[in-house]
């Protein structure tokens, strides 16, 4: 096999389409050289909003894209990595607006936070469009590491340090066991490209389902399935709480959108072994998550728990297998990660005040305290549980239409049972801010007005888009029409 059926080539004609990309990637060494000359003082003024511009040039940017292939046909530009990739950014952007102060608040401020956040999305870019396992890996590592390096950065915290080694230690054997499975399909098909590797018709296919078997392991640990979960409680909890807010949000929809691409491929070929064994991780997943973040006394670690079960959720749409689960599984993806980062968000901003532990019970008569967080954090709490009208009912009640429609009416009643669940503790978090006395006085005396702009938009995206879908559905739709073409 010839370097350019391996890795591919670089199409010059079709450069356009990666324009994002190449962005992201400057800035990324454009910062690492910055950090390297600029005096302290000047790092804290500039790194910032250097990086911010560079992230809205890259938003700019997608105007003048052309959907296409690149790199041998083994990079894929369309409707379905556009979309994930300008949410990812607009994501990052509300994170940044959160990490100068937090860093700095925690005497915690590091240059390097900026290139290795940046090189973080630059690889969650590339899990959007990339079928080639070599590229795959390449991206996954540059996800992963970043947010191993991101844990660990709160100075003095062995909570930090523990969560980031854990993280370590499961995500590099998660990733050892991907690139196994990538050995095998390989064997199987001489191929590196997934769509080559899943209609392959070859002889020996135990190679290709070992392979399979392990490159699904190894993406369920990331995404924090059941029982490869136990790296995410301690992770979010250690991390600083802006990491976090992207972990739960961009990682979140990086690691699943890989899955979500070979989906109609693999269920063509294993479809009953595919239902079964997604389908019974997914169900896990939700009662499992649910229920140990009932008796949670740390914020971050419910949340964490909630991710977990969330996790299951999108496993529960990717098992029904068919055209509709694709579409829902997406549109929850987005609108989870707006909400889960707002919620993380939130919490970095309570955490200004230097009383406030994380601990679920300071939220007692909050409203008294801070109407306005108060508020915002209980809708994103309604959003997701899946109160009407917000965006997690929207995408709950497409994932409950998708295990209708493929008659997973097992699948459907644990969801069920998994959201009954998840009542106990999401409700009790609202009952604590407006139902009880206050815990304590919590004082916010440093707000920027990004801050406030971020959680607002956030805020209001989980009723608007709740109330009109349509704003991202219709490319979501598209994008799902594309993946199942030429299949049932």
Do not use: C
Request: aromatic residues 14%; glycine residues 8%.
């Amino acid at each position: 096999m010839d370097i350019q059926r391996l890795i591919g080539y670089v199409e010059i004609g079709n450069l356009l389409s990666v324009t994002p990309e190449l962005i992201i990637l400057t800035l990324a060494f454009l910062l690492f050289g910055l950090d390297l000359f600029l005096k302290p003082s000047h790092k804290r003024k500039f790194l910032p909003s250097i990086t911010a511009l560079g992230y809205i040039s890259a938003l700019l940017s997608f105007i003048f894209i052309k959907e296409g292939t690149n790199f041998g046909n083994t990079y894929v530009v369309d409707k379905l990595s556009l979309t994930i990739k300008i949410f990812e950014i607009l994501i990052a952007l509300a994170v940044l607006a959160f990490s100068e102060i937090y860093m700095s608040k925690r005497n915690s401020f590091y240059g390097e936070y900026y290139y290795i956040m940046t090189f973080t999305l630059l690889g969650a870019m590339i899990l959007a469009s990339s079928y080639n396992l070599i590229v795959l890996y390449v991206a996954l590592e540059l996800v992963s590491v970043g947010f191993y390096i991101m844990t660990a950065l709160l100075k003095g915290s062995f909570i930090s340090k523990e969560g980031a080694f854990k993280y370590l230690i499961l995500g590099g054997v998660s990733i050892a066991l991907a690139s196994y499975g990538a050995v095998f399909m390989y064997i199987y098909s001489g191929s590196v490209d997934l769509r080559e590797v899943l209609t392959h018709k070859g002889e020996d296919l135990h190679y290709l389902i070992l392979g399979l078997v392990f490159f699904l392991i190894g993406f369920a640990a990331k995404v924090g399935a059941v029982p490869f979960h136990f790296w995410l409680p301690d992770a979010y909890e250690g991390a600083p709480t802006p990491v976090t807010a992207l972990m739960a949000s961009v990682g979140k929809i990086a690691f699943f959108i890989p899955v979500i691409r070979v989906m109609p491929y693999i269920s063509e070929t294993f479809h009953l072994p595919w239902v079964l064994t997604v389908g019974t991780i997914a169900g896990i997943t939700m009662l499992y998550g649910n229920a140990v973040a009932l008796v949670q006394k740390d914020i971050k670690r419910l949340l964490a728990y909630s991710s977990v079960a969330h996790s299951g959720y999108f496993l529960a749409g990717i098992s029904a297998s068919n055209l509709i689960g694709i579409k829902a599984v997406v549109y929850f993806l987005i609108v989870y990660a707006i909400v889960s980062a707002g919620a993380f968000l939130f919490i970095a901003l309570l955490e200004r005040d230097e009383k406030w532990k994380n601990k679920v019970k300071e939220f007692s008569g909050l409203r008294f305290n801070l109407p306005f967080v108060a508020f915002g954090f209980m809708i994103l709490i309604l959003a997701m549980l899946g109160v009407p009208p917000t965006v997690g009912f929207v995408g709950k009640a497409l994932v409950f239409t998708s295990l209708a429609d493929a008659s997973l009416w097992t699948v459907i009643i644990v969801m069920i049972v998994a959201t009954g669940i998840s009542t106990g503790y999401y409700l009790r978090l609202i009952v604590l801010m407006y139902m009880k006395d206050k815990e304590k006085e919590v004082e916010i005396k440093e707000r920027s007005i990004y801050e406030i702009v971020s959680l607002s938009i956030i805020v209001l995206s989980a009723i608007i888009l709740a109330i009109f879908p349509s704003l991202i559905w219709k490319l979501i739709s598209s994008s799902g029409d594309m993946l199942f073409k030429g299949f049932k």
